[in-house]
């Protein structure tokens, strides 16, 4: 079956980065595209991009740009996310999922806990 | 970017009644809504794309409705398992955005 499985929690002093993977597997890894998403403790959703397996196209929202940056491993079938620059508020489960450009996310990833913290 | 606004925030209602949902978007999406279902603890789960199209596996008492900005999302004769967080996800335009998620809960 499609799965996400993501890398393990982290925990991260502000100003460091943190990278979180997200293996994918039971389908053609480069026919389908990659989004993150987050959602800080008791919060909603938010976008943090999406990349292209296929080319290595990405698409960041404005808020985010310049901090986080995306990159997959077609050799491995592997996703991931790096953000820099942390501060508190970027303490979140963090959500790998395939899609974004067209139908909807599906499957997610099972999340990873990032925690900011000095 | 296009905002999503879901009401009501929270909706108490009992098994067996039906939910409706609302997302509104600042401008005009066509049919690029998308809905997902959270409990807690995991992962949202895709219910319906394109509107009213249910993704697989999504008993027929979810159904969607709606484009360009107004959707719903009902949910018929509701069950014990339904009670979540219900997020609409706008794919029109970058950025993709969310909406702020609606509450529905056990009366």
């Known amino acids: 079956q499609v799965q996400l499985v993501q890398s393990g929690a982290e925990v991260k002093k502000p100003g460091a980065s943190v990278k979180v993977s997200c293996k994918a597997s039971?389908?053609?890894?480069?026919?389908?595209?990659i989004s993150w998403v987050r959602q800080a403790p008791g919060q909603g959703l938010q976008w943090m991009g999406w990349?292209?397996?296929?080319?290595?196209?990405?698409n960041y929202p404005q808020t985010l740009q310049g901090r986080v940056t995306l990159t997959t491993d077609t050799s491995s079938n592997t996703a991931y996310m790096e953000l820099g620059s942390l501060r508190s508020d970027d303490t979140a489960v963090y959500y790998c999922?395939?899609?974004?450009?067209?139908?909807?996310?599906?499957?997610w990833g099972q999340g990873t806990l990032v925690t900011i913290s000095s | 970017e296009i905002v999503l606004t879901q009401s009501p925030a929270t909706l108490s209602l009992s098994p067996g009644e039906r939910a409706t949902l609302s997302c509104r978007a600042s401008q005009s999406i066509s049919s690029y809504l998308v809905w997902y279902q959270q409990k807690p603890g995991q992962a949202p789960r895709l219910l319906i794309y394109?509107?009213?199209n249910r993704a697989t596996g999504i008993p027929a008492r979810f159904s969607g409705s709606g484009s360009g900005t107004d959707f719903t999302l009902t949910i018929n004769s509701l069950e014990p398992e339904d009670f979540a967080v219900y997020y609409c996800q706008q794919r029109s335009n970058w950025p993709i955005t969310f909406g702020q998620g609606t509450r529905l809960e056990i009366k």
């Open positions: 999922a395939r899609g974004g450009a067209s139908y909807g996310l599906d499957p």
């Open positions: 039971g389908y053609t890894f480069t026919n389908y595209g």
């Open positions: 394109d509107a009213s």
């Open positions: 990349i292209n397996v296929y080319n290595g196209e990405t």
